[in-house]
């Protein structure tokens, strides 16, 4: 069961093969035997996750079942979960058990899917490794001693490792495309607004994109579907009609134009991530694509204009943990002011504390002209790059990571190093649209390279179908990591 489609496991559960209690308990066992390895779950709640699953058995008996239906997924533990313990990977949030479900949550519930509990990420989605976590390190699958990538980090370590169906992540500057190349699985961040940020903790607001994480483009797809939809709760959800992401899965890709930005093939890309990327690009035309070559010069702005923005809107987002109202609160404090501070300082992480000071100089007087609206400036240079682009071609086309999954520690002393580890994907999220990542081959030590492709708004249908066209031809998706 553990290597079948969604597609697969649905038409399993509908026929009677299995139930989805045994399916439920089939995951559970296997995360009990896997996870001390790993480390992808923060949070289990056995009887809850077997209660979803009674209910969705009966759904399923009545023949009213949905697609997702009595399917086990994980979900990111930055989407609060009424009855769960909801840490966004940070102390500041150990003892939080949220007392609604976000948006996110709703749909899959709607749909009869079963949450097998919460993975662990970057604390409060920081990171580009999942070394930041107030609950330790998530190990990649492929090599225990490697990082899994970040933030999403325990959501991509669950679906490589097969301890989830699918799941669900985040994508702020990469967080769901970065680690889906460094475990070799498929995650796609849909435009900004599509699906509801409502109940997702915030990082950055005008950057945070929920989406899907799974072992193919069409499991992607499916959940997509579900995920979507227009939240009224969300002041940036858009108000678009529903989609069918999977209408367009089986379209041939003649004539459909790929461009090769020079900028993401330039120095700073590992030869043998390069390679695999290219021996990509060549099965796209023996499947009837061509290529052309592109220039988003803005590229090499868009590290440092991220990480003006994103602190920046981090610092806003995070004085909401005060200690007053719920998380951590300091032991010992003599008056309100030093229970702020100790609360603070002792509840945050170092890397949030380094980006809330990062984004406090940024916003605050006489810095901000300089740099943040020099950096929102540059972000519309970012987006108008990408307009110029997709006049020349249908989607874009590159590595998603600079490396493979480099090892545990190796870049925790440089935090300049381990940002440019997003520096194929921060541009996407600058501009709002969509892009995916999907395996497309291996580098050195038998690491996992991700394919990134880039759509233009709203083009997550035609990004699907040539993700899914690839994984027809080729069977890079379908490796799974022998960790037992």
Same mark, same amino acid.
């Given at each position: 069961?553990?290597?079948?489609?969604?597609?697969?496991?649905?038409?399993?559960?509908?026929?009677?093969?299995?139930?989805?209690?045994?399916?439920?308990?089939?995951?559970?066992?296997?995360?009990?035997?896997?996870?001390?390895?790993?480390?992808?779950?923060?949070?289990?709640?056995?009887?809850?996750?077997?209660?979803?699953?009674?209910?969705?058995?009966?759904?399923?008996?009545?023949?009213?079942?949905?697609?997702?239906?009595?399917?086990?997924?994980?979900?990111?533990?930055?989407?609060?979960?009424?009855?769960?313990?909801?840490?966004?990977?940070?102390?500041?949030?150990?003892?939080?058990?949220?007392?609604?479900?976000?948006?996110?949550?709703?749909?899959?519930?709607?749909?009869?899917?079963?949450?097998?509990?919460?993975?662990?990420?970057?604390?409060?989605?920081?990171?580009?490794?999942?070394?930041?976590?107030?609950?330790?390190?998530?190990?990649?699958?492929?090599?225990?001693?490697?990082?899994?990538?970040?933030?999403?980090?325990?959501?991509?370590?669950?679906?490589?490792?097969?301890?989830?169906?699918?799941?669900?992540?985040?994508?702020?500057?990469?967080?769901?495309?970065?680690?889906?190349?460094?475990?070799?699985?498929?995650?796609?961040?849909?435009?900004?607004?599509?699906?509801?940020?409502?109940?997702?903790?915030?990082?950055?607001?005008?950057?945070?994109?929920?989406?899907?994480?799974?072992?193919?483009?069409?499991?992607?797809?499916?959940?997509?579907?579900?995920?979507?939809?227009?939240?009224?709760?969300?002041?940036?959800?858009?108000?678009?009609?529903?989609?069918?992401?999977?209408?367009?899965?089986?379209?041939?890709?003649?004539?459909?134009?790929?461009?090769?930005?020079?900028?993401?093939?330039?120095?700073?890309?590992?030869?043998?991530?390069?390679?695999?990327?290219?021996?990509?690009?060549?099965?796209?035309?023996?499947?009837?694509?061509?290529?052309?070559?592109?220039?988003?010069?803005?590229?090499?702005?868009?590290?440092?204009?991220?990480?003006?923005?994103?602190?920046?809107?981090?610092?806003?987002?995070?004085?909401?943990?005060?200690?007053?109202?719920?998380?951590?609160?300091?032991?010992?404090?003599?008056? !309100? #002011?030093?229970?702020?501070?100790? %609360?603070?300082?002792? /509840? $945050? &992480? +170092?890397?949030?504390?380094?980006?809330?000071?990062?984004?406090?100089?940024?916003?605050?007087?006489?810095?901000?002209?300089?740099?943040?609206?020099?950096?929102?400036?540059?972000?519309?240079?970012?987006?108008?790059?990408?307009?110029?682009?997709?006049?020349?071609?249908?989607?874009?086309?590159?590595?998603?990571?600079?490396?493979?999954?480099?090892?545990?520690?190796?870049?925790?002393?440089?935090?300049?190093?381990?940002?440019?580890?997003?520096?194929?994907?921060?541009?996407?999220? !600058? #501009?709002?649209?969509?892009?995916? %990542?999907?395996?497309? /081959? $291996? &580098? +050195?030590?038998?690491?996992?390279?991700?394919?990134?492709?880039?759509?233009?708004?709203?083009?997550?249908?035609?990004?699907?179908?040539?993700?899914?066209?690839?994984?027809?031809?080729?069977?890079?998706?379908?490796?799974?990591?022998?960790?037992?």
């Amino acid at each position: 069961m553990f290597n079948l489609s969604l597609q697969q496991i649905g038409d399993a559960l509908r026929a009677k093969k299995i139930s989805s209690v045994e399916l439920a308990q089939l995951y559970l066992d296997r995360i009990n035997a896997l996870n001390p390895k790993l480390n992808a779950y923060i949070t289990l709640q056995p009887e809850t996750t077997l209660a979803q699953a009674q209910a969705a058995d009966v759904r399923l008996a009545t023949g009213k079942a949905d697609v997702l239906t009595g399917i086990p997924f994980a979900q990111k533990d930055i989407f609060c979960a009424k009855g769960w313990l909801t840490t966004c990977g940070s102390k500041m949030l150990h003892n939080f058990v949220s007392p609604y479900d976000a948006h996110v949550i709703t749909q899959f519930n709607n749909a009869g899917a079963v949450n097998l509990g919460k993975t662990n990420m970057d604390e409060f989605a920081m990171g580009s490794s999942n070394e930041t976590s107030h609950y330790g390190s998530v190990k990649n699958p492929w090599d225990t001693a490697r990082v899994p990538g970040g933030s999403s980090g325990g959501t991509a370590a669950a679906v490589a490792a097969r301890l989830c169906a699918a799941a669900t992540g985040t994508d702020t500057g990469g967080s769901i495309r970065q680690p889906a190349a460094l475990c070799g699985i498929s995650g796609i961040k849909p435009t900004y607004g599509t699906v509801s940020r409502y109940g997702m903790i915030a990082f950055a607001s005008s950057l945070d994109q929920a989406g899907p994480m799974a072992r193919s483009a069409e499991d992607c797809a499916l959940m997509l579907n579900v995920m979507t939809g227009f939240d009224e709760r969300d002041s940036t959800s858009l108000q678009r009609d529903k989609e069918d992401y999977t209408r367009d899965l089986a379209k041939p890709l003649n004539g459909l134009r790929i461009g090769l930005p020079k900028e993401f093939f330039a120095e700073g890309l590992s030869d043998d991530v390069a390679q695999a990327v290219e021996a990509a690009i060549a099965e796209y035309k023996k499947l009837g694509a061509t290529v052309v070559e592109i220039s988003l010069p803005n590229t090499k702005l868009s590290i440092p204009v991220y990480y003006v923005l994103a602190p920046a809107e981090a610092s806003s987002n995070l004085s909401r943990f005060d200690g007053v109202r719920y998380g951590y609160r300091a032991p010992d404090y003599t008056d !309100l #002011a030093d229970m702020y501070e100790k %609360s603070r300082a002792q /509840g $945050f &992480g +170092e890397e949030v504390k380094r980006r809330i000071m990062i984004g406090t100089y940024v916003l605050s007087h006489g810095y901000y002209d300089a740099y943040y609206l020099q950096a929102q400036k540059i972000r519309r240079l970012i987006a108008q790059d990408f307009t110029e682009a997709f006049k020349h071609c249908d989607v874009i086309m590159g590595p998603t990571s600079p490396s493979t999954a480099f090892k545990l520690g190796e870049k925790g002393d440089d935090p300049v190093q381990m940002y440019l580890s997003d520096i194929y994907t921060i541009a996407v999220n !600058l #501009a709002g649209l969509p892009g995916m %990542s999907i395996p497309c /081959g $291996f &580098g +050195e030590n038998n690491m996992p390279v991700g394919l990134q492709i880039i759509g233009n708004y709203f083009d997550e249908a035609r990004m699907l179908n040539v993700a899914h066209k690839y994984q027809l031809a080729t069977d890079w998706h379908s490796r799974a990591p022998q960790i037992i």
